[in-house]
């Protein structure tokens, strides 16, 4: 039975699963683990990359959220997966240059084998997991509903990361993510 426009077909790791553990390089040398932010009241996993103008356009956004975020006790985490073969301009040194140049106050890691963004079942680039703080799925999809920042009318990770922060399910609890796809290695 063909879906109809209005029925979103979920992708990605199903909502109330538990995080994915990982170990990955970030861009300040330093190995990073899940495991580590368990402080975090919630966790917000971002797939991303260096070249996607997506991405790119959501830069500042992800800061943002960080700065707003973090008093409140919750840790966005970017993961770059893409192959750096294909894609050079998502390397890890150009990762560590592209952190320094936009400012990133969250930690930027590298996924080398993309076992990671399998595991979580990231798609695109931007591509958000949010997790409450017994590390459940409690928000996956966009950050929000537009790439151009002022045409955003509904902030969906603010908004879940507001419900999962009070104690409550986000009354949107998955979205449609849209961006670059990941880059698969052969």
């Not at 797939?47 to 956004?61: G, L, T």
């Amino acid at each position: 039975m063909p879906s109809s426009p209005t029925t979103l077909d979920s992708v990605g790791l199903p909502l109330g699963a538990s995080a994915v553990d990982f170990q990955l390089k970030g861009v300040d040398g330093k190995t990073h683990s899940l495991n580590s932010l368990s402080d975090s009241k919630a966790v917000v996993v971002v797939f991303s990359c260096n070249h996607c103008p997506y991405v790119q356009a959501y830069e500042d956004r992800m800061v943002q959220i960080q700065k707003d975020y973090s008093p409140k006790g919750v840790t966005l985490v970017a993961i770059n997966s893409n192959d750096d073969t294909g894609y050079p301009e998502d390397s890890y040194p150009n990762m560590i240059k592209r952190a320094e140049e936009r400012g990133f106050n969250f930690p930027y890691l590298r996924d080398d084998t993309q076992e990671i963004a399998r595991k979580y079942g990231a798609i695109c680039t931007p591509h958000v997991f949010a997790f409450d703080q017994q590390r459940r799925l409690q928000y996956k999809g966009r950050i929000d509903d537009n790439r151009n920042p002022e045409s955003v009318k509904t902030k969906d990770l603010r908004n879940a990361l507001d419900a999962i922060l009070a104690g409550h399910k986000p009354s949107v609890q998955e979205t449609r993510p849209f961006g670059c796809s990941v880059k698969w290695k052969n």
